[in-house]
C-alpha cells in the first residue's frame, strides 16, 4: 500500500479534517528539500585506514625518508636486515616447498620412475563401471545390489549412467574381488 493511499484513507475516514487533508497533501506533493535537522552527517575518508586518523609525521621522520628514498638500489635492500639486527628481531622464516607437487620435472626416466612408485604406494582403490550388454543389464543391477546398500531403482539408475563410479575406498582384493563378479555378470569394470 502506498502513501498517498494511506493519506487519502486517513483523510477521507474523517470528513471534518479538511485542513488535515490539504496538509498532507502538501507535505507528500513538496519540491522543496528536506529541511536540515541538524544532525551530523558522517563524511567518508578519501582513503580507508583500519588504525583511524593518526598525526603527521615528524620532521626527524620526514627527513630519515627523504635520506632513505636518496640511497642507491643496492644499499636500500639492506636497511631491512640492518633493521632487524639492531632491533634483535628473528629475519622472517623462508616458506618451504616441500610436499608440494609441481608436475613432473626432470626427464621422462625421472617422471616414469616417480610414477611407478606412486602406483607402487597405492592401497585404496575405486571400482568404475565401464559398460556392459545390455542383454545383462538385470544381472548386473543384482550384482551391485550385492555388495552396496541400494536399493533397486538406486542401482538400476546407476548402471544406466555407465561409466560411472560403484564403491570407493576399497582394499585391492576387494576390489578385484567385486570386478571378477560383475565380469561374470556380463559387464566391465575397472579399478582406479
Known amino acids: 500500500m502506498s502513501l498517498c493511499t494511506i493519506a487519502r484513507r486517513l483523510c477521507l475516514s474523517r470528513p471534518s479534517s479538511g485542513s488535515r487533508l490539504s496538509a498532507v497533501w502538501a507535505h507528500l506533493y513538496s519540491t522543496e528539500a528536506v529541511k536540515d535537522t541538524g544532525a551530523m552527517k558522517y563524511k567518508y ?11 603527521p609525521p615528524s620532521e626527524k621522520v620526514v627527513d630519515l625518508a627523504d635520506r632513505i628514498a636518496a640511497l642507491p638500489p643496492e644499499e636500500i635492500k639492506q636497511i ?6 639492531r632491533l634483535n628481531q628473528e629475519p622472517p622464516q623462508a616458506i618451504s616447498g616441500q610436499g608440494f607437487s609441481f608436475g613432473p620435472q626432470g626427464g621422462s626416466g625421472a617422471g616414469g620412475a616417480k610414477a ?25 543391477i543384482k550384482e551391485i545390489r550385492t555388495f552396496t546398500d541400494l536399493g533397486l ?10 561409466p560411472v563410479v560403484l564403491k570407493q575406498s576399497l582394499t585391492k582384493e576387494e576390489a578385484e574381488a567385486i570386478i571378477e563378479k ?9 579399478m582406479e
Open 182 to 190: 560383475i565380469k561374470t555378470a556380463g559387464g566391465v569394470a575397472v
Open 45 to 55: 575518508p578519501d582513503v580507508y585506514d583500519p588504525y583511524g586518523p593518526m598525526a
Open 80 to 85: 631491512a636486515p640492518a633493521l632487524l639486527f
Open 153 to 162: 531403482k538406486e542401482a538400476k539408475e546407476l548402471v544406466e549412467k555407465a
Open 116 to 140: 611407478e612408485e606412486k602406483k607402487a604406494e597405492k592401497t585404496v582403490f575405486d571400482v568404475k563401471l565401464e559398460k556392459f550388454d545390455a542383454a545383462a543389464k538385470i544381472k548386473i
